[in-house]
């Protein structure tokens, strides 16, 4: 048995982009891990402690037992709280203790994805014991990994990758959402339509439109007489959609046409990560 074909395009999105975090943190010094991410509150050592620990969770190791300190102010509620356990326990760990862990938590889910042979509607374990398909839970981890290798490559100064197999798992995911963040999140007016011209190295032209009931769908056709026409770059949109940046932070790198106070409160709805 192999892995089934549905499958297959989240494990090597998965494996490009962790290999490419192993190939970015192999070299540093000590002193690098402790630099600061876009991720809120997460320096490099975090960053791919949170990978590491996600990865074990995938293999169905037990999770680590440990308390967390009460002053993160990052962490707000519990979904955070369970992501920053695997996190917080390898606070201390050492450059060459988290290149040792990662490189064997690689070689092992590599294992794991060539004897994978179960459906992809099998349902399993994931973060606060909710159940999902196996193939939510790759594309989860496929869409986790390549976002925090960009958030490595910020920290480090090492760009790249924009348009790699991660990034077109994240377009995929990013683009689902946006009738939601349009027509329910940004409450958009109800028979209008919103475009979205994103350029760089992955492109898309997308409208959303809202009917009558205020529902929002997604289509690849342009809008005649949108109610606004939102263009920015692929890597700003990211960074939006992902928390790392806010509206006012990337304003230079957004172009706007149309309703002010519908673009302002569609920009304010646009992280959709947590």
């Known amino acids: 048995m192999s892995l089934h074909p549905t499958l297959q395009p989240y494990a090597d999105a998965w494996t490009h982009s962790v290999d490419a975090i192993s190939e970015l943190v192999a070299p540093l010094v000590e002193g690098e891990w402790n630099r600061r991410t876009p991720c809120p509150g997460w320096s490099v050592r975090d960053v791919v402690s949170h990978v590491i ?5 995938m293999l169905g190791d037990p999770r680590p037992i440990h308390t967390l300190p009460r002053d993160l102010y990052h962490v707000q509620n519990d979904h955070q709280r369970y992501m920053e356990m695997q996190v917080d326990v390898r606070r201390h760990h050492t450059g060459p203790e988290m290149t040792a862990e990662l490189e064997y938590t690689v070689i092992r889910r590599n294992r794991q994805l060539r004897n994978e042979s179960r459906d992809p509607e099998t349902k399993v374990r994931g973060p606060l ?59 958009a007016p109800r ?23 205020g529902r929002g769908t997604l289509e690849t056709a342009p809008a005649l007489g949108p109610a606004a026409t939102i263009s920015l770059d692929w890597e700003t949109y990211v ?36």
């Open 191 to 213: 028979s209008s339509a919103i475009v979205f011209d994103v350029h760089g190295p992955v492109e898309f032209l997308r409208t959303v439109r809202v009917d009558i009931q």
């Open 53 to 57: 620990g996600m990865d074990c969770e």
């Open 239 to 274: 960074r939006l959609a992902c928390g790392r940046v806010t509206p006012e932070a990337v304003a230079d790198r957004i172009k706007a046409e149309g309703d002010a106070q519908l673009i302002a409160s569609i920009l304010r709805s646009f992280a959709v990560t947590v």
């Open 129 to 187: 014991g909710v159940e999902l398909t196996l193939e939510q839970a790759m594309r989860n981890r496929a869409f986790d990994v390549w976002v925090h290798e960009q958030d490595l490559r910020t920290a480090l100064g090492r760009p790249g990758n924009l348009d790699s197999p991660g990034a077109h798992v994240v377009r995929d995911e990013l683009l689902s959402v946006l009738p939601k963040v349009v027509a329910e999140d940004a409450q």
